[in-house]
């Protein structure tokens, strides 16, 4: 028997699979759905034919959808990895949380959104014992192939909530790490080291006024801080 968030509106998707024995959520992985209205993307999230499906979706009135129970294993993250592990979707919850995305008109999250969207993680998060640093973007355990939810989305408003990470740079230490490329700095943290774009999804989250791809003196600042804030 698995709780739901409290005041939401069941939306059942019959897309979901038994989690592994032994497998623990411990990961809780944010997206935008990325399709042109809430409607058409809450359809797609319940089609058999789909294949695709989250645990919950927050519209952008702050309506809360529950697709599939939190003890089963729901398909959101395709294939991904996060600290040298892939099958995100048996460890993790997922969240979709409605906006265009980069493909159909991407916009800012209203407020009254993200309030739902930080009242549905510290639900969660206190369901499963999800530390602030193990809520990520969908763009950060999937640099390759994924954006969302993107540069305009307020991780800083959400960490201040105990949500997610948000580097103080007042964390770094600059006198270490020099030997070390960002790309070893990066798979440190968790994300795919090989990945040519990781670079460019942790600007996304967390330096998304510098989205270049570049390693700037900014940006290694605020992945040495958020190391050190870790103990990675
Ligand atoms: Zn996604």
């Known amino acids: 028997m698995t709780r739901t968030g409290t005041g939401c509106i069941d939306r059942p998707s019959p897309n979901h699979g038994p ?134 989305f307020d991780w800083p408003g959400l960490a201040a909530r105990g949500i997610g990470l948000w580097p103080d740079p007042a964390a770094a230490d600059d006198s270490c790490d020099s030997a070390e490329d960002v790309a070893a700095l990066l798979g440190r943290y968790g994300y795919d080291a090989a990945e040519s774009r990781a670079l460019l999804s942790f600007q996304r989250h967390f330096h998304p006024e510098h989205l270049t791809g570049e390693a700037d003196s900014e940006t290694l600042l605020r992945l040495r801080a958020l190391l050190r804030m870790t103990g990675r």
Request: glycine fraction near 8%; charge should be negative.
């Open 19 to 152: 989690r592994p024995e032994g497998a623990r959520v411990e990961l809780l992985i944010l997206h935008y759905t990325g399709m042109p209205t809430a409607d058409s993307a809450l359809t797609r999230l319940c089609d058999p034919e789909a294949q695709v499906s989250a645990h919950y979706t927050v519209d952008e009135d702050g309506t809360v959808y529950a697709h599939v129970p939190e003890d089963r294993r729901a398909w959101h993250a395709g294939l991904s990895s996060w600290r040298g592990r892939s099958d995100v979707n048996s460890r993790s919850i997922g969240i979709e949380i409605v906006n265009p995305g980069h493909e159909f008109g991407y916009r800012p999250f209203p407020a009254v959104q993200m309030a739902a969207v930080a009242d549905l993680c510290l639900d969660v998060m206190g369901r499963h014992g999800i530390a602030p640093a193990d809520v990520l973007g969908h763009s950060d355990i999937a640099p390759a192939r994924k954006e969302d939810p993107g540069e305009l």
